[in-house]
């Protein structure tokens, strides 16, 4: 009985483990179409560059997008342009991405209006999105992402999956997975100072 009890929870942890680390195909970017959800790219079919074919690199364009926010309201990247934003791309099941939020509550305090964040959570239903944003205080913004289309817009080997975002609408950074909050927000800071500069 012990054996097998011991065997289950090494099952459990592996895949625990290998969660963060999904294909782009377990998390999103094999091709689900909108479905009326919350998220649009604001392209055309013909305009959708990285975003249909492989992973975006520093220097592309950030593919446009608007996502619902927890607590009502939209945020749209191109509504933000002459900022700098970070896009993250975040699971309430992905351990390294939530040891990392209380960077982004930091980085939000500190930069207010010059900055724009917004967390998008990736393919889990508002309710639990809600409880986990309500168990943890966060106020910064956080949006739903219910049918993974973020990920065929920013498609990556796995999640926390971080993009830092130029003024000029071009991608200055990309961060995939996260270590600690202090970590996390001195890495965030130092390219988001470098990219206002």
Do not use: H, R
């Amino acid at each position: 009985m012990i054996k097998k009890i011991f065997t289950f929870m090494m099952i459990a942890m592996a895949v625990s483990f290998a969660g963060c680390g999904a294909s782009g195909d377990d998390f999103g970017t094999n091709g689900n179409q909108n479905d009326g959800q919350s998220v649009d790219n604001g392209q055309d079919s013909d305009e959708t560059n990285a975003a249909s074919g492989g992973e975006l690199s520093k220097g592309d364009e950030a593919p446009d997008f608007s996502v619902e926010l927890a607590g009502g309201g939209s945020f749209k990247l191109s509504e933000n342009k002459g900022k700098v934003v970070l896009i993250n791309i975040w699971a309430t099941w992905c351990g390294p991405c939530v040891g990392e939020m209380p960077a982004f509550e930091k980085l939000n305090s500190e930069y207010g209006d010059e900055v724009s964040i917004v967390c998008v959570n990736s393919m889990e239903d508002k309710g639990s999105v809600d409880s986990f944003i309500k168990e943890n205080g966060y106020t910064f913004p956080i949006a739903y992402d219910e049918q993974g289309i973020m990920n065929n817009l920013y498609p990556t080997e796995g999640i926390p999956y971080t993009v830092i975002v130029g003024k000029d609408g071009k991608i200055a950074k990309i961060e995939v997975g996260a270590n600690d909050a202090d970590s996390q927000y001195k890495l965030y800071k130092s390219a988001i100072d470098k990219a206002l500069k």
